[in-house]
């Protein structure tokens, strides 16, 4: 690398720094700043994406075919990113509840750079696209090695200038961290060192290219390994049943993650065909049995995820289960016809299978940052028709995953809900979409229980003394704070929970006990209506479900004792002694 090319990457990375620096001053300045996300995240990702480019490509920087691809790349991804931001703000919402799209927005963001960035590399030395594999193969790791490098090489150097600063600031010389820490030094400072270390590459091309080809060597070595459990799960699998794949819950991401490194060990084994001669024959064989049992994983994943779709209706998760299910079919798909072709060279249709796939992943990423194929549209609109066609009990729908998690899209359908005059229990739907609307974060209220009759209740609970029964007024008060899900029982008519009277606070009058574990409560009545006076306190709580207790229960050796300890109170803040 010359002079001129490493001065222009150290200009472009200056840029870039400067750039941040300022973006992050006026985001400082900003009050609303969840309004402005539709101008925020396009300049990010603009800030961030043009600079990079002119960076990794500037061996070629006299050619006009630079700037037009790095600057359109740039472009497209500002736009759908002003969606992204447009869609993702919320008012009322506080700023954090668009972390997740924001995360989201920046990795597909730099992963399509990333796969896009060898493609460029190629028009610009060939003039044409993808005719080459041995050239896109190559430049795609160089590229990850020389991102690596320079990551490496920033993080280093900041490691050294808080040393630096630490030891000044032991002599109580504090003006190197203020200086370090300071905005308008880490920005520029942190992107011209990721230049330098881009730039420093080109020095030991040769050497660095050899390590990244032997530990692509290393790695291949664990496809057979791969490979046998690809076999070996799909073997096993009808003696067990798929019953037992379903009720894991998590089979379906398992499964995808053995994919997922099918791909990556075939691709660090086979590289760009070269690595074909390193198996033997039959291991080779062996291999393309692994590969040729992707295609049922996929269709074992299908149908996973179709039977919770057809079940829950689609959720933002589940968009992108099956965007990445439809990802790894076309590379299943791919290397089993790769397989079954059988050419001279093995795999040999695997080249054309990994330009169209990583294309085609591309395509689709960028896509979920539009109308076409947001995941947050497709999941509110799927929640909402089951809702309205009754699909989904009105008690049952998360009115809160539209307010904080269906971005702009499920707000307007809270509204157009809240308007809802259809539906057969529309005046419910309206009260709940309503109090949806004015949540700011997850109530985490848990499903409601199943209904239960006054004599379901009765015999979850028994009175002691037997002879008492329990107060008709208590069941009906007991029953109805238990149907609303106001009190949680953890009572059942094979173990009832006792139920205790006596006068626990000296008045005369009865008081009752709920023996329910650390859920014990204490009802009392004021002017004939009963009331929930307390909680149940004290070192032997787990001790209240034990047998012991249930033979002294039934001796009716209970009572109420008064404490010798007086109660301290500081405030309004009480204490109470524990003896030991």
Not at 98 to 108: C, N, P
Not at 327 to 337: D, E, K, P, R, S
Not at 510 to 519: I, Q, T
């Amino acid at each position: 690398m010359n002079r001129q090319e490493r001065s222009w990457i150290i200009a472009w990375a200056t840029l870039q720094g400067i750039g941040l620096w300022l973006l992050h001053e006026w985001l400082i300045r900003l009050a609303d700043k969840g309004e402005h996300l539709s101008v925020i995240w396009p300049l990010y990702a603009f800030i961030l994406t043009l600079p990079l480019s002119q960076m990794m490509l500037s061996a070629h920087r006299n050619k006009p075919a630079l700037w037009w691809m790095s600057a359109g790349f740039s472009l497209v991804m500002s736009a759908a990113a002003a969606y992204m931001g447009c869609q993702a703000w919320v008012d009322g919402l506080p700023v954090g509840s668009v972390e997740r799209r924001g995360f989201l927005l920046g990795f597909i963001t730099l992963g399509s750079w990333f796969v896009l960035l060898p493609f460029a590399e190629h028009k610009l030395v060939t003039h044409r696209w993808f005719s080459d594999y041995s050239l896109l193969f190559s430049a795609a790791w160089r590229n990850l090695v020389k991102l690596v490098l320079a990551a490496l090489f920033t993080g280093l150097l900041w490691i050294l200038l808080f040393l630096l600063a630490g030891l000044f600031k032991v002599l109580n010389i504090g003006f190197l961290m203020d200086l370090f820490t300071s905005r308008i030094f880490a920005y520029p400072v942190t992107a011209i060192a990721f230049g330098i270390g881009i730039s420093l590459y080109a020095a030991k091309e040769e050497a660095l290219v050899g390590i990244y080809r032997a530990s692509l060597n290393i790695l291949g070595w664990l496809l057979p390994v791969v490979s046998l459990i690809l076999i070996l799960f799909l073997l096993a699998l009808p003696f067990q049943g798929l019953a037992l794949l379903w009720k894991t819950g998590y089979a379906t991401s398992l499964m995808l993650c053995l994919l997922v490194w099918t791909v990556f060990l075939f691709n660090a084994a086979w590289q760009d065909a070269s690595g074909e001669q390193r198996f033997p024959r039959w291991l080779l064989h062996f291999i393309s049995l692994g590969l040729l049992a992707m295609p049922v994983y996929i269709a074992l994943c299908a149908y996973s995820l179709g039977l919770r779709v057809a079940q829950y209706g689609w959720s933002v998760d589940r968009i992108w289960a099956v965007l990445a299910i439809v990802t790894m079919a076309f590379y299943a798909l791919g290397y089993a016809f790769a397989v079954l072709r059988r050419n001279a060279v093995w795999m040999l249709e695997a080249r054309q299978v990994n330009i169209a796939a990583a294309l085609f992943t591309v395509s689709l990423l960028i896509l979920t940052m539009t109308p076409v194929l947001d995941p947050a549209r497709v999941a509110v609109s799927s929640q909402v028709a089951r809702l309205l066609d009754g699909r989904t009990p009105v008690n049952d729908f998360d009115f809160e995953y539209l307010r904080l998690q269906g971005g702009r899209y499920g707000n307007q359908r809270l509204q157009d809900l809240v308007r809802n005059t259809a539906h057969e229990h529309a005046e419910l739907i309206r009260q709940k979409a309503a109090a949806a609307l004015k949540v700011t974060h997850r109530t985490f209220k848990p499903k409601g229980p199943e209904p239960l009759t006054r004599e379901q209740l009765r015999e979850r609970l028994t009175p002691y003394p037997h002879d008492t029964g329990l107060d008709p007024a208590f069941l009906d008060f007991l029953l109805g704070r238990y149907n609303t899900g106001d009190i949680y029982l953890n009572c059942r008519a094979d173990k009832p929970c006792p139920v205790l009277t006596l006068d626990l606070n000296g008045d005369g009058g009865r008081e009752l006990v709920l023996l329910d574990g650390y859920g014990s409560r204490i009802f009392s009545q004021e002017q004939g209506v009963w009331k929930v006076a307390g909680r149940l306190a004290g070192k032997d709580m787990g001790a209240l479900g034990a047998a012991k207790m249930q033979r002294e229960l039934d001796a009716l050796d209970f009572s109420a004792k008064p404490n010798a300890w007086r109660e301290l109170w500081i405030g309004n803040m009480k204490y109470q002694v524990e003896e030991e």
